[in-house]
């Protein structure tokens, strides 16, 4: 290209796919619950407004998925994002900033909780309109594709997603251009409060993809060394130039859909019967057994989950509110002179 | 100088951009084998390719979807729509992604897209095809509204909003493809916010756009002969809108119509009234008018069509209940 684009600006640095690394997806997903409980505290304290959906119980999906990638592959998620941003490095300082509508937030306090964004990491953004955003990640494979780059975008949907034309038109154009997209179907089985038999045709999400010639299969979500597994198969089949790949991460969110969620639409017992398959305890318990890791071991990674979330909560609460003079900064980039 | 048809105008600029600017592509239904529904991109895909002139499913929403994301990555994409009443499809990406990425990420990702459109009606095309939505979309926080109504504009226009960097929605009018006029050999950009005085006058400013300059020009020559001299706005954006350009005309003739294919009510003409009588409303001497479209989903008929449209005529009876 004869033209510095604007990711090769922001200092993208392609690297190798990392290999799984147990611990490492066990501390991930740790600050990840540990970060959205401090958020649920920061809302019941007013420090966060807005709507606020936590990423508790589908941690290994993010985590296993986005170790799998190099970090200047795209991602653009849904508004349930906070855990993929912290998996992806974003700072949890700036991530919690600017869920308190802070200037020091990662989009300055203009975006909130399900619009964060970080250029630099390649992070490109929270989106609110359900799959509204699937067509944003076709264009940045399709802008790779031209470039003649092997860097892959990821893009994550709920099973909410699947009903809405632009899923449909997204899966389309990716499958007939082989753009190197990897999406990927947060299917916990609920789209808002409405559970995904009473209103899909076809509950199994990847049969979809499959209907449009596209690679797809259906992971455990709640394993994180599984999605690990499937996410680095099928990102290096998409790097390859082979078009696109769809994987059906079967999870479940095991708080409301958002804070204002009085769960009146499934029980307690189901709840329950998914809290036994949590991530986390089930990942740390096998390491335990193999003595890959002693209880000292995660205490210290408690530990150190604990200090991140306070850590962020401090900085946000310290970090002043954009002046209002900016309102109106930022609605169009400054045209060149024409 | 040549003299071109406006969409030979237009395709100039096309191919100047695909010639100078590696990362502008185009996308769009129909725009490479079958040459463009309106003919515009014709020609460009023998000459540039499948790389450079992508035909797209019938699928606006993710066509301008991926055009938005291509830009987010740094490319130069135009996305043809065929026609602005397919842009209803796509309104989520226009509305929801392009317009507030900027805003939404503090100004972190750019969106340099150009979304050209044929709008407006006159052809018997029936009431889904036969549609202005410019006002809709000059509406909207985050997106340029271009609306070219000769031959020259058409090129300069587009060359810039090929240059912008933001999004642009480009509405061109489906009765001006063919219309001819003295457009300059060489490169040119005309800027954006910046109206013409494309005729001077001192009794009524007529403020025009697209293709309803061409009724306020021949309502001006109408009434000259009459000895009313009207002066004739041609605004190019909407959004960015002159304003300074419509207060200064008004200030000298004390006297303001708008004329719009847009349905009347709720349409830009009411803010363009607004604007005026908000900064200018002792420099007036009657009410601001407008000579709009008609309330109606637009009817097949041809005299029907005709009676919704904005009439030369009517331009001219309003002049003189002012004057």
């Not at chain 1, 790949?245 to 859909?257: L, S, T």
């Not at chain 1, 890959?292 to 071991?297: H, Y």
């Not at chain 2, 494309?198 to 309502?219: E, F, K, M, P, W």
């Not at chain 2, 009817?299 to 209940?321: D, F, I, M, N, S």
Request: aromatic content about 8%; hydrophobic content about 40%; proline content about 4%.
């Amino acid at each position: 290209m004869g033209q510095t684009t604007q990711q090769q600006r922001a200092g993208s640095t392609p690297g190798r796919t990392p290999a799984a690394d147990p611990v490492a997806l066990l501390r991930t997903m740790m600050e990840i619950r540990r970060f959205e409980e401090k958020c649920a505290e920061m809302y019941a304290k007013g420090r966060i407004k807005g709507f606020l959906h936590l990423y508790i119980g589908q941690e290994a999906v993010g985590t296993g998925t986005i170790a799998a990638l190099r970090p200047d592959d795209y991602i653009v998620s849904h508004y349930r994002e906070h855990g993929h941003a912290l998996a992806r490095g974003l700072e949890p300082r700036r991530v919690m900033a600017e869920l308190f509508g802070r200037e020091t937030g990662v989009s300055g306090g203009r975006g909130g909780s399900m619009h964060l964004f970080d250029v630099e990491k390649s992070f490109l953004g929270g989106y609110a309109i359900v799959a509204g955003h699937m067509p944003l990640a076709c264009g940045l494979a399709l802008a790779e594709q031209y470039k003649g780059t092997d860097r892959i975008a990821v893009n994550f949907i709920g099973d909410g997603a699947v009903n809405e034309g632009e899923f449909h038109e997204a899966l389309n154009l990716a499958a007939v251009w082989k753009l190197p997209v990897l999406f990927v179907n947060e299917n916990n089985l609920y789209g808002m409060g409405t559970d995904i038999r009473r209103v899909s045709a076809v509950v199994e999400t990847h049969k979809r993809a499959q209907a449009y010639g596209i690679p797809a299969e259906e992971v455990d979500g709640m394993d994180v060394r599984a999605v690990h597994e499937a996410a680095s198969r099928l990102a290096q089949r998409v790097r390859a130039g082979e078009g696109p790949a769809f994987i059906e991460a079967k999870c479940y969110r095991f708080r409301g859909h958002s804070m204002a969620d009085a769960e009146h639409y499934r029980s307690k017992e189901e709840v329950e019967r998914w809290r036994r398959l949590d991530p986390i305890e089930t990942l740390k318990a096998s390491l335990l057994a193999d003595h890959v890791i002693s209880e000292a071991d995660v205490e210290k990674m408690q530990a150190g989950a604990e200090e991140m979330a306070r850590d962020a909560a401090r900085f946000a609460e310290e970090s002043a509110p954009p002046p209002v003079e900016s309102l109106y900064k930022n609605i169009f980039k400054e045209p060149r002179d024409v | 100088m040549s003299e071109l048809t406006y969409r030979e105008a237009l395709r100039q600029t096309l191919r100047y951009q695909l010639q100078h600017d590696e990362r502008v592509f185009l996308m769009g239904e129909d725009i490479g084998a079958y040459g463009g529904s309106y003919a515009v991109t014709k020609g460009l895909l023998s000459e540039f390719g499948e790389g450079r002139v992508k035909d797209t499913p019938i699928a606006e929403s993710v066509v301008v979807g991926a055009g938005i994301g291509a830009a987010m990555a740094g490319l130069r994409p135009m996305v043809e729509l065929m026609t602005i009443n397919f842009s209803l499809l796509a309104i989520d990406q226009i509305v929801n992604n392009a317009a507030k990425l900027h805003y939404m990420s503090n100004g972190q990702i750019d969106v340099p897209i150009v979304i050209r459109m044929a709008g407006g009606a006159g052809s018997q095309l029936g009431a889904q095809h036969s549609q202005s939505f410019e006002g809709w979309y000059a509406h909207v926080p985050g997106l340029k509204v271009v609306v070219p109504s000769t031959p020259y504009d058409a090129k300069g226009l587009l060359m810039t909003a090929f240059e912008d960097g933001n999004p642009v929605i480009f509405i061109e009018h489906t009765a001006l493809y063919t219309m001819k006029g003295e457009v300059p050999d060489e490169p040119y950009r005309i800027p954006f916010g910046k109206a013409e005085v494309y005729r001077a006058g001192t009794d009524v400013t007529l403020i025009c756009y697209s293709g309803s300059l061409h009724q306020g020009v021949g309502a001006a020559e109408r009434l000259a002969a009459e000895g009313i001299e009207c002066e004739v706005l041609n605004l190019r954006t909407l959004r960015p809108l002159d304003t300074e350009a419509i207060l200064a005309s008004v200030r000298k003739t004390n006297r303001a119509i708008v004329i719009e294919d847009d349905w009347r009510f709720g349409g830009f003409g009411g803010e363009i009234a607004a604007m005026i009588q908000e900064h200018a409303f002792d420099d007036l001497d009657a009410p601001v008018l407008r000579c709009s479209g008609a309330d109606v989903p637009m009817p097949y008929a041809g005299a029907l069509e005709q009676a919704a449209l904005p009439q030369e005529a009517e331009v001219v009876r309003l002049v003189k209940t002012m004057v």
